[in-house]
């Protein structure tokens, strides 16, 4: 088996004596989509600020293609190729569509060498293809604070496409989005599965069934279940503390 793309070694966080996330050991290899569920409380947020930066551990490690990037700060791990997007938006609300994604893009192409005029066009081409994929092309020039919520979380996910990352984390992305855009969703996480690594924390159960290759579960902080869809379904401690015997849409 390949190296693992992202690795937490023994990953604790404790807040004033509670732990959030206890002993965490969890591997994910290249081009997997990972999903990360649990009840609410379980520790999963608190975890993927581990893994981005935004948090320093307690104890334990977290390796991003075979570095220890425990001690780098959150805008280091961007350059190494770590996207992500939070549980709330967090766009420029005044600024246009376009001019949101455009600035991922310029942060992730910060050190290239190339002229100016190449990297307006680089810019301009990276942005409007990543806006295409999820949908919000012809919505370029609105500013981002009149989109709808759901629609919010798809500029959220083009501005971590700009950045063509090798790991993208998405916290609940499909939270706000209609029926549709949800379809649209999991064939969107099938396609980039082929360039990029998938850690997604859903709490849409049919989303994480159709579009997961391993599913992992916490609770209390602790890692209880780690293993493909139809073993996770079939795991008795999962379900006592998650899925329950109905295996239907669930709150993670």
Same mark, same amino acid.
């Given at each position: 088996?390949?190296?693992p793309v992202?690795?937490?070694?023994?990953?604790?966080?404790?807040?004033?004596?509670? !732990?959030?996330?206890?002993?965490?050991?969890?591997?994910?290899?290249?081009?997997?989509?990972?999903?990360? $569920?649990?009840?609410?409380?379980?520790?999963?947020?608190?975890?993927?600020?581990?893994?981005?930066?935004?948090?320093?551990?307690? @104890?334990?490690t977290?390796?991003?293609?075979?570095? !220890?990037?425990?001690?780098? /700060?959150?805008?280091?791990?961007?350059?190494?190729?770590?996207?992500?997007?939070?549980?709330?938006?967090?766009?420029?609300?005044?600024?246009?569509?376009?001019?949101?994604? @455009?600035?991922?893009?310029?942060?992730?192409? %910060?050190?290239?060498? %190339?002229?100016?005029?190449?990297?307006?066009?680089?810019?301009?081409?990276?942005?409007?293809?990543?806006?295409?994929?999820?949908?919000?092309?012809?919505?370029?020039?609105?500013?981002?604070? !009149?989109?709808?919520?759901?629609?919010?979380?798809?500029?959220?996910? %083009?501005?971590?496409?700009?950045?063509?990352?090798?790991?993208?984390?998405?916290?609940? /992305?499909?939270?706000?989005? @209609?029926? !549709?855009?949800?379809?649209?969703f999991?064939?969107?996480?099938?396609?980039?599965?082929?360039?990029?690594?998938?850690?997604? $924390?859903?709490?849409?159960?049919?989303?994480?069934?159709?579009?997961?290759?391993? $599913? %992992?579960?916490?609770?209390?902080?602790?890692? $209880?279940?780690?293993g493909?869809?139809?073993?996770?379904?079939?795991?008795?401690?999962?379900?006592?503390?998650?899925?329950?015997?109905?295996t239907?849409?669930?709150?993670?």
């Amino acid at each position: 088996m390949t190296r693992p793309v992202l690795e937490t070694r023994h990953l604790s966080k404790s807040f004033g004596g509670v !732990d959030a996330v206890k002993d965490v050991n969890l591997a994910v290899h290249e081009h997997e989509v990972r999903a990360l $569920i649990g009840p609410n409380g379980a520790g999963k947020s608190t975890l993927v600020s581990l893994v981005c930066g935004r948090l320093s551990p307690t @104890a334990g490690t977290v390796h991003f293609d075979g570095q !220890d990037v425990s001690s780098l /700060p959150a805008h280091a791990r961007i350059r190494l190729g770590i996207a992500y997007t939070f549980q709330i938006t967090s766009v420029f609300s005044e600024l246009s569509v376009f001019e949101n994604v @455009a600035l991922s893009v310029r942060r992730a192409i %910060a050190s290239s060498n %190339a002229g100016m005029r190449q990297r307006k066009r680089a810019i301009r081409e990276r942005a409007m293809m990543a806006l295409d994929r999820v949908g919000l092309a012809d919505a370029r020039d609105r500013p981002a604070g !009149d989109l709808a919520y759901g629609h919010q979380r798809l500029l959220e996910i %083009a501005m971590g496409l700009a950045q063509a990352p090798r790991l993208f984390i998405m916290d609940e /992305p499909t939270q706000g989005l @209609a029926l !549709d855009e949800i379809e649209r969703f999991k064939t969107l996480i099938g396609e980039l599965s082929s360039s990029s690594t998938i850690l997604l $924390i859903e709490h849409n159960m049919d989303v994480v069934m159709d579009t997961a290759h391993r $599913i %992992a579960v916490l609770d209390a902080g602790e890692l $209880i279940g780690d293993g493909n869809p139809q073993d996770i379904q079939q795991d008795a401690r999962v379900q006592a503390a998650y899925l329950g015997t109905d295996t239907g849409p669930a709150s993670a």
